[in-house]
């Protein structure tokens, strides 16, 4: 444990009653207790964990992408779009960001807003204990809830350590994402426990992989990464991204994928742009009256040799050809096989990869000012639990914070 964790109380009183109990110290869960405390509440924050928000520890390759200064309702995917909005409204990224400022965390703008500790995401970690200390929240780390049920004074919570009675209680747990820390189905337990409506979780934010036959000739090609137009979907569903893309052993990672995989749905192609700002087969064909060069030669003025070697060979193009002496129909298709290469997954690298899980507690069980479930008073839902996706880059956690924010005030 380290030295933040050791200073969690884990003393249990059953003879007191709380104000409301968070279940899960996430980033969502920690948000919402300090809220709650700092407006004078009596809150309890219970975790399995024995360690304080272990996704905030990694994320970020350690530096936290704690939000995106641009993070508006459009960065979201949700059966209800319009869910987001309140909450994100209510507590933008600045005020987030006012708040580290607050706790002199240095920062950094890494790509299209996206925002990073300068040092280590324990700064963002030892900002939110800090901030549930000034409300006074308690804790129980490790402790597991088994069960969650209504009495006639709001909710008992049946743990391992005994029972806890709460007049409010917000599930914080998230979802389905990495497992090996932690992640678990505990949120949509309690959904189901309530009858509440689930949007099918699947994995998000997460590499797409192909069958090992037609991925065969690709591989060489792994440790490549490149910037890409990527898309899926048709007509007014299809969404692109331009981003890097990265080839591995197994299929394509890299942020471009990592975003469009949010969106994939099993079946669907995607659709690679290996030279967003070239109309390749043009310029091959421009090329035949004034390049003496052969195919190889030539690409690897736009693209990585090791790249066009592995493209060439496996759309069937001799590297050894000369432009000058191929047909136009054949140098547009090589065109058209890197302007728009299209491909077709048969999968994900699933919850171990995934940085999110799509899906989860369907908004229209929720208020979107309060976060409670409607049909059940003081049972709240918030952050990865609630079927609520960010883009890559920062947005996921804004969520949390806004989601946090807007249960806490409103308990």
């Given at each position: 444990m380290?030295?933040?964790d050791?200073k969690?109380?884990?003393?249990?009183?059953n003879?007191h009653?709380?104000?409301?109990a968070?279940?899960g110290?996430?980033?969502?869960?920690?948000?919402?207790?300090?809220?709650?405390?700092?407006r004078?509440l009596?809150?309890?924050?219970?975790?399995h964990?024995?360690?304080?928000a272990?996704?905030?520890?990694?994320?970020?390759?350690?530096?936290?992408?704690?939000?995106?200064?641009?993070a508006?309702?459009?960065n979201?995917?949700s059966?209800?779009?319009?869910?987001?909005k309140?909450?994100l409204?209510?507590?933008?990224?600045q005020?987030?960001?006012?708040?580290?400022?607050?706790?002199?965390?240095?920062?950094?703008?890494?790509h299209?807003?996206q925002?990073f500790?300068?040092?280590?995401?324990?700064?963002i970690i030892?900002?939110?204990?800090?901030?549930c200390?000034?409300?006074?929240?308690?804790?129980?780390?490790?402790?597991?809830?088994?069960?969650?049920?209504?009495?006639a004074a709001?909710f008992?919570?049946?743990?391992?350590q005994?029972?806890?009675h709460?007049?409010k209680?917000?599930?914080a747990?998230?979802?389905?994402?990495?497992?090996?820390?932690g992640?678990?189905?505990?949120?949509?337990?309690?959904?189901?426990q309530?009858?509440?409506?689930?949007v099918?979780?699947r994995?998000?934010?997460?590499?797409?992989?192909?069958?090992?036959?037609s991925?065969?000739?690709?591989?060489?090609?792994?440790g490549?990464?490149l910037?890409?137009?990527i898309?899926?979907?048709?007509?007014?569903?299809?969404?692109?991204?331009r981003?890097?893309?990265?080839?591995?052993?197994?299929?394509l990672?890299?942020?471009?994928?990592?975003?469009?995989?949010?969106?994939?749905q099993?079946?669907?192609s995607?659709r690679v742009?290996?030279?967003?700002?070239?109309d390749l087969?043009?310029?091959l064909?421009?090329?035949?009256?004034?390049?003496?060069?052969?195919?190889?030669?030539f690409?690897?003025?736009?693209?990585?040799?090791r790249?066009?070697d592995?493209?060439?060979l496996?759309h069937?193009?001799?590297?050894?050809?000369?432009?000058?002496?191929?047909?136009?129909k054949?140098?547009?298709?090589?065109?058209?096989?890197i302007n728009r290469?299209?491909l077709?997954?048969?999968?994900?690298?699933?919850?171990r990869?995934?940085?999110?899980?799509?899906?989860g507690?369907d908004?229209?069980?929720?208020?979107?000012?309060s976060?409670?479930?409607?049909k059940?008073?003081?049972?709240?839902?918030?952050?990865?639990?609630v079927d609520?996706t960010g883009?890559?880059?920062?947005?996921?956690?804004?969520?949390?914070?806004?989601?946090?924010?807007?249960?806490?005030?409103?308990i």
């Amino acid at each position: 444990m380290t030295k933040l964790d050791t200073k969690l109380d884990n003393k249990l009183d059953n003879k007191h009653h709380y104000d409301v109990a968070v279940v899960g110290a996430g980033a969502a869960g920690m948000m919402c207790a300090a809220v709650a405390g700092q407006r004078g509440l009596r809150v309890l924050v219970i975790d399995h964990a024995s360690k304080l928000a272990e996704k905030i520890r990694i994320s970020g390759g350690g530096r936290c992408n704690f939000t995106n200064i641009n993070a508006g309702p459009n960065n979201f995917i949700s059966e209800n779009p319009h869910f987001c909005k309140s909450a994100l409204s209510r507590y933008t990224a600045q005020d987030f960001l006012n708040l580290v400022k607050r706790y002199k965390i240095a920062f950094h703008e890494k790509h299209k807003g996206q925002l990073f500790c300068d040092e280590s995401a324990e700064d963002i970690i030892r900002m939110l204990k800090t901030e549930c200390d000034v409300g006074k929240v308690n804790w129980r780390m490790p402790c597991k809830v088994m069960q969650v049920r209504q009495d006639a004074a709001g909710f008992v919570l049946e743990t391992e350590q005994g029972e806890i009675h709460a007049t409010k209680v917000v599930i914080a747990t998230g979802g389905l994402s990495i497992p090996k820390i932690g992640a678990t189905d505990f949120s949509y337990k309690v959904a189901q426990q309530f009858n509440l409506k689930i949007v099918a979780p699947r994995p998000a934010l997460v590499p797409l992989t192909f069958d090992a036959i037609s991925w065969e000739a690709f591989v060489p090609l792994s440790g490549i990464s490149l910037e890409v137009d990527i898309e899926t979907g048709e007509k007014k569903n299809k969404v692109v991204f331009r981003e890097d893309l990265l080839f591995t052993h197994r299929g394509l990672s890299g942020p471009g994928v990592l975003q469009i995989s949010s969106f994939w749905q099993e079946g669907q192609s995607i659709r690679v742009n290996l030279l967003p700002e070239v109309d390749l087969a043009q310029d091959l064909i421009d090329a035949k009256t004034t390049s003496k060069k052969n195919l190889a030669n030539f690409l690897s003025a736009y693209l990585p040799a090791r790249l066009v070697d592995g493209l060439l060979l496996a759309h069937g193009f001799a590297g050894d050809l000369k432009i000058a002496d191929m047909q136009d129909k054949r140098l547009r298709l090589l065109g058209e096989k890197i302007n728009r290469w299209e491909l077709l997954p048969n999968g994900s690298e699933g919850y171990r990869k995934a940085e999110v899980t799509r899906g989860g507690v369907d908004t229209l069980e929720l208020s979107q000012q309060s976060m409670m479930v409607n049909k059940v008073h003081g049972l709240y839902f918030i952050g990865e639990a609630v079927d609520v996706t960010g883009w890559l880059g920062g947005y996921n956690f804004q969520w949390a914070w806004a989601s946090g924010v807007a249960a806490g005030l409103a308990i």
